[in-house]
């Protein structure tokens, strides 16, 4: 059984209990179930109250705001579709086709859940403020840069997701009454002062793995400054995590060996993950598990992890991406999505018929990523394509792959409590090593440096190239091809097209992709291009679906924009 590295539990922010009275005396009896002050802002109080702050960054039961961003960032970036069928989770449809208006409900969980986490780290500055006698000046510190870190996490995700939000930090009284706040403050100062206190504050490693680091806060803030093109103070902090950062053990941030293990829940905070979910499983609680994928397995009944639900399927576009040329390049000019080098597919065929797999040159990472018909799904079986597909005509033929459990797994990493074995004890990965190299080398070809980005590049395609699958340990049926850019790039905007598609394949399904389109200004071009294929080759889900400008942002919910008043409260144009 997986061991809980921090603790999680259902911990409320503001520490209500349940009391119990007679009807005679009510009015006589204190309540006995209720914390008293002198236990909330003891050091132990103040920790417990710290950890709830913590346990919400994976949404809790708000799966719209867990942090694997596999809606917002991925369905929404072309990686996948919603996959499963028409009816099941049909709140989603809209969303994957830009069709999303202020009354659906799954931009409101996402709300909800981000402000659920900045009230409770709202909450740990209040009491901190009012701390006991065992608290120490050095307690202050440490727990109040992770509450200020993961602060900063919340309002990051809202941000992207919204724009300007309200922002409320601890110093808003709600014993005075009800403050109402506009969503009218630009909220990257207030992020970057978060993290920058995060990073004063900080030890180099926790005692307790999960806990946040300094090497996690300037891995934060260099993301931060990155979204707003600071290259140069992005840059000095990717250059210290590079050059010096360090995982709760000691060991020195690097890529993992193997590709797959990155995912593996054994390898749980190995030297690739800078800031991860922590899960377990088996705790008695199925809320300290992951919940991230409880969906997201292929769909049968029998042979297969998880056995439900079909949803978050890679789309056809994502699959060919992974097409490289003679020389193990990805094709840079858009050529991957042409006729003739489409990766083949057995949509609209049965299990039962033969199919021979795509035969051409592939990135082995394609296979780390993607259970396709005929290639070996973990070490559960080849991959049995349409049976394993809840409608294939509907989510296509290909099933998610990572952070999807082994049948080796299976005795310590599920959860069974709950109504699926879907829910895992592997740690979901906020924050990895890969990512940060990439981030590091866009800001190295906006600063002139286009051999250190290349150099950046390179060490992520090597560790591809050294794959198992690579060395024979895959199928026989898959021509894996890829190799390192060997020759300076020659511009600029070479560069940038190379490290823009690296991150597609390195990082695909791990809900970076729509960020990144948007942030680069390219996510109309790339959701043309996505929706000319899509629509044509999944019909019934994507037909007729497009992209427009207002949709870099989500609607602010009508529900909250309707409590608080449009004045106050002023939706995002177009909406």
């Not at 202050?140 to 509450?147: D, E, H, L, N, Y």
């Not at 992207?160 to 808003?172: C, I, K, L, Q, S």
């Not at 020759?487 to 690296?502: G, I, T, Y």
Request: hydrophobic content about 40%; glycine content about 8%.
């Amino acid at each position: 059984m997986k061991s809980i590295k921090l603790k999680i539990g259902v911990i409320a922010a503001s520490c209500i209990m349940m009391f119990a009275v007679s009807c005679d005396d009510y009015l006589d009896v204190p309540p006995t179930g209720q914390l008293a002050k002198p236990n909330l802002v003891s050091l132990a109080g103040i920790d417990a109250s710290l950890i709830a702050v913590y346990s919400q960054v994976n949404g809790r039961n708000l799966r719209m705001a867990s942090p694997s961003n596999w809606v917002w960032g991925s369905i929404r970036g072309g990686d996948a579709n919603k996959g499963t069928d028409p009816g099941d989770f049909n709140t989603l449809n809209p969303i994957q086709r830009f069709e999303t208006d202020a009354t659906n409900v799954n931009p409101a969980e996402n709300w909800r859940g981000l402000y659920e986490g900045i009230a409770r780290a709202n909450n740990v500055m209040a009491l901190l403020a009012e701390k006991g006698p065992d608290v120490t000046d050095a307690d202050v510190a440490r727990i109040a840069a992770q509450a200020r870190f993961l602060r900063g996490h919340f309002y990051f995700q809202l941000k992207r997701n919204f724009g300007d939000t309200p922002y409320v930090d601890e110093t808003v009284d709600y014993d005075a009454g009800i403050e109402l706040v506009k969503n009218d403050r630009d909220l990257w100062p207030l992020i970057e002062a978060d993290l920058e206190f995060a990073i004063s504050n900080l030890p180099d490693t926790q005692t307790e793995v999960g806990r946040i680091n300094v090497w996690a806060a300037k891995s934060y803030l260099a993301k931060v400054y990155l979204y707003q093109e600071k290259w140069t103070e992005a840059k000095t902090l990717f250059d210290d995590v590079i050059a010096n950062g360090k995982t709760s053990n000691g060991k020195k941030y690097d890529l993992v060996p193997y590709y797959d293990d990155a995912f593996r829940g054994a390898n749980d905070n190995h030297e690739e993950s800078i800031w991860a979910y922590q899960s377990a499983a088996g705790t008695g609680s199925v809320n300290n598990a992951n919940p991230e994928f409880d969906l997201n397995f292929p769909y049968a009944s029998d042979g297969v992890p998880g056995g439900c639900c079909g949803f978050f399927a890679p789309s056809f576009t994502f699959v060919n991406s992974f097409r490289t040329d003679a020389n193990g390049l990805p094709l840079l000019d858009g050529s991957y999505n042409d006729a003739a080098n489409r990766v083949k597919n057995d949509m609209n065929l049965e299990s039962a018929a033969a199919f021979t797999p795509d035969t051409g040159n592939l990135d082995p990472r394609l296979d780390h990523t993607v259970g396709r018909r005929g290639i070996p799904y973990l070490d559960w079986s080849d991959h049995k394509g349409k049976a394993w597909i809840r409608k294939q005509d509907w989510a296509g033929p290909y099933s998610p792959k990572k952070y999807v459990y082994t049948q080796e797994e299976k005795s310590g990493f599920l959860d069974n409590s709950s109504w699926t074995p879907g829910y895992t004890g592997i740690n979901i990965m906020i924050i990895r090593f890969a990512d940060v190299l990439l981030m590091a080398a866009e800001a190295e070809i906006e600063l002139g440096n286009l051999e250190q980005a290349r150099t950046y590049v390179n060490r992520v395609r090597q560790r591809a190239i050294d794959s198992k699958l690579m060395r024979g340990n895959g199928s026989a049926a898959a021509k894996y091809t890829i190799g390192l850019y060997t020759s300076p790039w020659a511009s600029a905007d070479m560069a940038r097209k190379a490290v823009r598609f690296e991150r597609k394949l390195e990082l695909g399904m791990e809900g970076h992709r729509f960020y990144d389109l948007v942030r680069w200004n390219t996510v109309q071009a790339e959701m043309d291009a996505y929706f000319a294929l899509e629509g044509t080759l999944l019909q019934s889900q994507m037909g007729g679906a497009s992209f427009t400008d207002k949709h870099k942002l989500l609607p602010i919910p009508q529900g909250q924009i309707d409590l608080i008043g449009p004045d106050i409260l002023v939706q995002n144009p177009g909406f």
